[in-house]
């Protein structure tokens, strides 16, 4: 099945060289090629393809205007952004506008054909090779933060312990407690108790229990 692309990039070159890297694909079909936000916008809204590949810097503005803008109108539509700069702000910039996959400039041409083969399958799916160390060095960031407080509730969670029993340890009320938790789970970028110890383990704040030899 062929899937359309919009090309957007402010260097004719550059969209030549992927509308070549497309062609030869053999599943995409390129209907456009757009140079600004404006005109990607306008294109989009005519030409309605499946997904855009857009760069992150244009003339009139940012790829990640592009991709906000066409994430309000479809959910469906996969949204590729290549960029020169692909330091941690740009990638969860990228992620939260909405974006399906994030590659560097530097990336091989069959490398921004396979994300856009992802980008048309799975729209809201982030793709991008760095997304485990830029998440790794947030939380890294974060948990440098906790208070001696919160890396002891976190201790203390690790032992097994529920919060009537963190509590009672720490000669705390049952509400201070979840609070520090909630606090914590915020800085570790978690959601439940299970990855606040993930988290804890991989970041060395907590030890791994020594294993028993049989």
């Given amino acids: 099945m062929t899937s359309t692309v919009l090309l957007v990039d402010d260097h004719d070159l550059i969209r030549q060289g992927l509308a070549r890297a497309f062609e030869r694909a053999g599943d995409f079909d390129v209907v456009g090629q757009a140079e600004s936000v404006a005109q990607a916008i306008s294109m989009w809204s005519a030409l309605r393809p499946d997904v855009v590949v ?26 590729v952004m290549l960029t020169m700069h692909s330091g941690d702000p740009q990638i969860f910039a990228a992620m939260e506008a909405g974006a399906s996959a994030f590659l560097g400039k ?63 340890e720490l000669h705390l009320g049952e509400s201070t407690v979840k609070l520090h938790l909630s606090k914590v789970y915020r800085k570790l970028g978690v959601s439940s108790r299970t990855e606040a110890l993930a988290a804890g383990m991989r970041l060395g704040l907590l030890i791994a229990p020594a294993s028993c030899a049989g």
Avoid: P
């Fill in 54 to 79: 857009t760069d992150l810097q244009l003339q009139d503005g940012s790829g990640l205007d592009v991709v906000e803008r066409l994430r309000r109108d479809s959910s469906t539509v996969g949204l």
């Fill in 106 to 168: 530097e990336s091989r041409a069959d490398e921004v054909v396979g994300a856009a083969r992802h980008a048309a399958k799975s729209s809201r799916g982030f793709l991008c090779t760095g997304l485990a160390g830029a998440l790794m060095r947030r939380a890294s960031s974060s948990a440098a933060r906790l208070t001696e407080r919160e890396l002891g509730v976190l201790r203390l969670l690790a032992e097994g312990m529920r919060t009537t029993e963190i509590a009672r």
